[in-house]
C-alpha cells in the first residue's frame, strides 16, 4: 500500500523556520521524482519545490527561492522541505507527491500558519 505521511507542519512567527518530513513506503521511492505543493483557501494549489530522482537536481516557485530547500534522503526513504524566513503568504497545506512517468503518489497535507 502506498502511503505518503507529512509531518513538520505548525504555527510559526513570520520570519520563523519550520521543517517539513514526507515519509514514503509501498513503492520505490528513490527512482521517484519528488514535489512539494502547497494550497492556500481559495487559491489553487501551487508547485513549491522539486527534486529529481535521477541526479538530485531541485526546482523552486519564484515566490520561495532563497528561503526554501528541499532534499531527500532515499535511505530513508523520506523527503525534506526545509522552510526559512517564512511569510504569512507562505501559510498553506502543504503537501509532498510522488511522480513517475503515468504514476502520481500523494500525501494528505500538513498545515502551516504563519502569523503572529
Known amino acids: 500500500q502506498v502511503q505518503l505521511v507529512e509531518s513538520g507542519g505548525g504555527l510559526v512567527q513570520p520570519g520563523g523556520s519550520l521543517r517539513l518530513s514526507c515519509a514514503a513506503s509501498g513503492f520505490t521511492f528513490r527512482i521517484y521524482d519528488m514535489r512539494w505543493y502547497r494550497q492556500a483557501p481559495g487559491k489553487e494549489r501551487e508547485l513549491v519545490a522539486a527534486?529529481?530522482?535521477?541526479?538530485?537536481?531541485?526546482n523552486y516557485a519564484d515566490s520561495v527561492k532563497g528561503r526554501f530547500t528541499i532534499s531527500r534522503d532515499n535511505a530513508k526513504n523520506t523527503v525534506y522541505l526545509q522552510m526559512n524566513s517564512l511569510k504569512s503568504e507562505d501559510t498553506a497545506v502543504y503537501y509532498c507527491s510522488g511522480w513517475r512517468r503515468n504514476y502520481q503518489y500523494w500525501g494528505q497535507g500538513t498545515q502551516v500558519t504563519v502569523s503572529s
Open positions: 527534486i529529481r530522482a535521477a541526479d538530485g537536481s531541485t
